[in-house]
């Protein structure tokens, strides 16, 4: 039985286009790389393979049911191992998402990818530490039935890492449609920390949507004005589904949190007022646990708590909440275009729920130490003295760092840097120098999730205007600046300083708002890293 007919018996995912066949069909990765040689756009390494894990992932067209009532178009990745441990891939049963690989430090990895979506695309590894052909840049997109081969051996800590796709100026539909997966790094040091493992590790991707009456997915309603804001939906999904609700036993759990969504911003705090208990960041376990009363977590940022529910009563449920904050989109501008006031930016609804449903004696101490990491010190950087500033602001009715859009291989003077150096750069969300008053005055202040390709770094330190103080106040507590990270939130008249060591990998590498709309609009740069 193929893998296809598995899932449409279960009535879960139907999957439409050739690829289906050519993938699970038994062909393997013979039958993908037959096909494309001869193409010039893919880039098939022919080198002997050394990988221990191979895995063949796909791009294509399927439908789910999501709402009650008729299924839903989506865009969805579906991997097969083809050589190593078939554990290495897990599904999310009856999601768009997925699939969730699992891979331990220090493996090498071989991932077949192929486009059967109608347009290019190309799939970014958000966070790893890769060579720059294998990190998913808009110029290695590939067009329908082409085949990219990665090979790569997985150097980051154990983590919560995640792949979506990245073609120009197509992200933001793309990642929308469906398509995001997550790539989870083990290794011995978090092995040792001796967490919740197995059922008890729970990855959670949450999203927003809007539907239409016939259920399918809508997408920017607001044309332009909706892409210079940001894409919000009037639904939270989580793992793909509405109205989600975990069940649990009263026993410890390791949640494993991505923010999957284009453009929201979350406030997460349970709604009893319970502390969360954070236990990694984007680039894995912090040093120790730390306590927030919410978590500020911006597209693209990973967060994972550890939530024991032992003592709390069977049938008892648990919101996990966005509380209100404001500061994300300025001066009410969402309410303006008509976004649904129950889910506007900064408002307060539930994310999911959780339900006490099982009776569990097993005891698991929270680790009083998670992981080593070695503090980046300012003196030690190049440029300590001068901060290599990154200004974010709207010029003529686009999103600019340093006043530029991106252009595929374009790096402007100050957007190279050495290998093994270690660097400040500062990211300056400050306008109001600007003028342009296009908006007038009002969306030029927006909170920018900025993300760095190809490493995992430390954040410095943060300062607000005195001016814009009222809203950041409403987030910054949210903040878990201590642990490594590839994705920080920069909130209106905010300078975030952070230290970043460019290592081991020449190259070409994108930085970029994650705000995905931004994102497609320009608001993304090139970086070079020089021998
Ligand atoms: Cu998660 Cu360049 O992206
Ligand atoms: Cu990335
Ligand atoms: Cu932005």
Redesign the pocket.
Known sequence: MSQSDRLDRRGFLRLSGLGTATLFAGGGLATLLSGCTSSKQARVVHTATTAELEIALQAMRGEIPILPGKATRVWTYQGQVTKGAPAALQTLPGSYLGPILRVLKGQRVRIAFTNNLPEQSIV?W??LHVPDDMD?HPRHAIGPNRTYVYEFQVLNRAGTY?F?P?PHKI?GPQVYKGLAGLFLVSDDEEMAAGLPSGEYDIPLIIQDRTFDTDNQLVYLPGGMMDQMMGFLGDRILVNGQPDFVLPVATRPYRLRLLNGSNSRIYKLGWEDGTPLTVIATDGGLLEKPTQRSYVALAP?ERVELWVDFSGRPLGRELRLQSLAFSGAEAGGMGMMMGRSPALADGSEFTVLRVRVERESKEKQALPERLSTIQRYRLEDAVNRTRPRPFNLAMQRMLWTINGRTFEMEDVAEGEVVKLNTLEVWEFINQPGGMGMGMMGGMAEEMAHPI?I?GLQFQVLERQVRPEMAAAWETVRAGYVDEGWKD?VLVMPGERVRLLLKFEDFTGLY?Y?C?NLEH?DLGM?RNYRVTA
């Open positions: 970014h958000h966070g998913g995640w979506h990245h992200t693209a993300h390709h994705t994108l970029h994650h994102e993304m």
